[in-house]
């Protein structure tokens, strides 16, 4: 089995809850990243604040974390999806090469919205690593029951996989 890791970037805790299902079931460690600077107001204009980074490329800095990266095959990386892509955390993550030479498996949670998401985090993971796969999960209430069922089954044919 390889060995993986979880890596989450979440705004407002629905990626999070995402990954936590893959932690509790695979038993495995989980991590959230956070930028330094957060926007602390969850009302309308996070979409003006989070917009214009997505815009403008940006690569926030990261609250600093302590992972030995060569312990891992594998990492799961999810996302909110914003402006139609990964999170700017995320784009921290992937084109500083925080980790080189892993397989990812991309997870993103999206309203319905996500776009180009896909082909943009497979680029963005393969400049560094290899894209091994990615599951879109639509965020509604609604969907958790069916949610947790989808990231579970996806979790294991990602680890299993050769
Ligand atoms: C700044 C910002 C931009 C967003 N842009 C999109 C979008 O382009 N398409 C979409 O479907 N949802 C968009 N959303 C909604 C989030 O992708 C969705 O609610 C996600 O599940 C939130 O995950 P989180 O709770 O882990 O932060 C956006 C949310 C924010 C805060």
Redo the contacts with the bound molecule.
Sequence with gaps: MKKAIILC????????QMATFIKENLNIDLHEIKPLDELKSKGFY??I???RQ?VFKKKPELKPFDIDFDAYDLIFLGS?????TF?PAIRTILEDGIFKDKEVAYFY???????KALVRGEKAINMFNSYIGSLS?L?HVKNLESNKNLIISWAHEMIESK
Excluded: D, M, Q, R
């Design positions: 970037y979440s705004f407002e805790g629905y990626t999070l996070k979409y604040w989070g917009g997505v909110p999806i914003w402006a139609g999170a949670t999206h309203e319905g919205g996500a776009g999960l965020n």
